[in-house]
């Protein structure tokens, strides 16, 4: 069958939610619009975001704190947070039908807890703007002239070609493979002359050398304290929950502190020091024990700890301790309460590596910010050139961050690029 040419003010390459967002924002300013996405649905990363309950933004309404979490990234994003920033993405959703609700961190969820309607609400925003969407169709080349890309040549059913005026690259990062995200759009801004800052894995768990933490997995901490150290030094702090894995551990804390460890680890060994008691100090937690022990004498030292410790913690805890199962709890000296206390407060754990691109939440790295305008997302190096998302270098902790980010950025490049056809400037 003869394959045909397509033409379009706006192509948008990629159906996550920052390509759907500025789909959505260059058609609401005129723009004749087309989305490609490679996979055969659409946000497929989107439905995987917050275990499957999508954690659309944050709550927090200082915009400068909210962009202190990107670090020294964070100002680029004034410019599209002012566009299209927390407060404009809920009333996005909430005015088409979504109610949403705030949890423990400022998390912003839909009140059904189901991404599914998040991506429902695109979806019919898509339609609803006349957007031709071509599912299954990979960008094989993109083709450039004088400064401009003037056409994509697709792999597709019956398109092979589109032509354009603009175009916004919002392909994704590395992350989670499986959702589709190959790195293509480094690939193609690499082509085009931008630079492209190391692609990383970010918000990933941890593996850890001891291999008694196979007892822990699934093990899940509340309240506790993870310090991260290199050289006995302390590189960073958080406090909230961890999980055991398989093999080491994860959970919101150790996410927001996976890259800086995989950074530490360029530069030699790190060490993961977790605090499980971390309301009480050191003497405190002496007393505590000491009291438990006062009221359980009688016991044997396994069956003393089920009010310290969870159920499975206990055998590990008992093991690391040195400290004999079967002895009377009288008979516990107080060099063997004291490395038990020890225990509780710096238990001393070694990272193995970081778990790679296919577990990991978001890529860090990406296309270089210095080469692209942040009042318009334009690219400085080729004219017609926008970029939106986690294709830019920009990463945040967990929370709602980075999905806001794809939304900010979604919308102000789809504006920019469908205004810009509108001028006539292109």
């Not at 305008?373 to 945040?396: H, Q």
């Amino acid at each position: 069958m003869q394959k045909n040419s397509l033409k379009c003010d706006v192509l948008v390459i990629g159906g996550g939610a920052a390509g759907m967002m500025a789909a959505i924002s260059a058609s609401e300013s005129g723009a004749k619009v087309v989305l490609l996405e490679k996979n055969a649905e659409l946000g497929i990363k989107l439905m995987m975001t917050g275990k499957g309950r999508c954690n659309i933004t944050n709550a927090e309404t200082d915009k400068r704190k909210f962009l202190e979490v990107f670090g020294r990234n964070g100002k680029f994003l004034y410019s599209a947070f002012n566009d299209f920033g927390p407060e404009e993405t809920v009333r996005f959703f909430t005015e088409r039908g979504l109610t949403t609700k705030v949890e423990r961190g400022n998390r912003i969820f839909p009140m059904s807890d189901k991404a599914e309607d998040v991506r429902g609400v695109l979806m019919d925003e898509l339609r609803r703007n006349k957007i031709l969407v071509l599912r299954g169709a990979k960008v094989l080349d993109l083709v450039a002239r004088d400064s401009k890309i003037v056409k994509a040549r697709i792999e597709s059913v019956d398109i092979n070609e589109i032509g354009f005026k603009n175009i916004v690259i919002a392909t994704g990062g590395l992350s989670y493979p499986s959702s589709g995200s190959s790195g293509d759009g480094f690939l193609w801004a690499e082509k085009l002359g931008h630079r492209v800052i190391s692609p990383k894995p970010a918000l990933t768990a941890v593996l850890l050398k001891e291999r008694w933490v196979e007892e822990l997995e699934g093990l899940s901490l509340k309240n506790v304290k993870v310090g991260v150290y290199q050289d006995a030094k302390k590189q960073d702090e958080r406090f909230g929950e961890a999980i055991f894995t398989e093999r080491g551990i994860s959970g919101p804390v150790v996410l927001d502190m996976s890259k800086k460890i995989g950074e530490l680890l360029e530069s030699g060994s790190v060490k993961i020091i977790i605090d499980f008691k971390p309301a009480l100090e050191f003497a405190e937690l002496d007393l505590r024990i000491q009291r438990d022990f006062g009221e359980n004498q009688n016991k044997i030292f396994k069956n003393s700890l089920d009010e310290l410790l969870p159920q499975k913690m206990i055998p590990v805890v008992i093991s690391l301790s040195g400290i004999d199962p079967q002895k009377k709890i009288n008979l516990v000296t107080r060099e063997e309460r004291k490395k038990l206390v020890h225990l509780l407060k710096e238990m001393d754990l070694e990272v193995a590596k970081l778990l790679g691109f296919d577990k990991a939440v978001i890529t860090s790295g990406g296309v270089s910010l210095r080469e692209v305008d942040p009042k318009t997302m334009r690219s400085k190096v080729v004219d017609n050139l926008y970029f939106a998302g986690e294709v830019l270098d920009l990463d945040a902790p967990t929370g709602g961050y980075n999905l806001q980010e794809a939304w900010s950025t979604g919308h102000l490049a789809g504006k920019s690029a469908g205004e810009n056809v509108a001028a006539g400037a292109v």
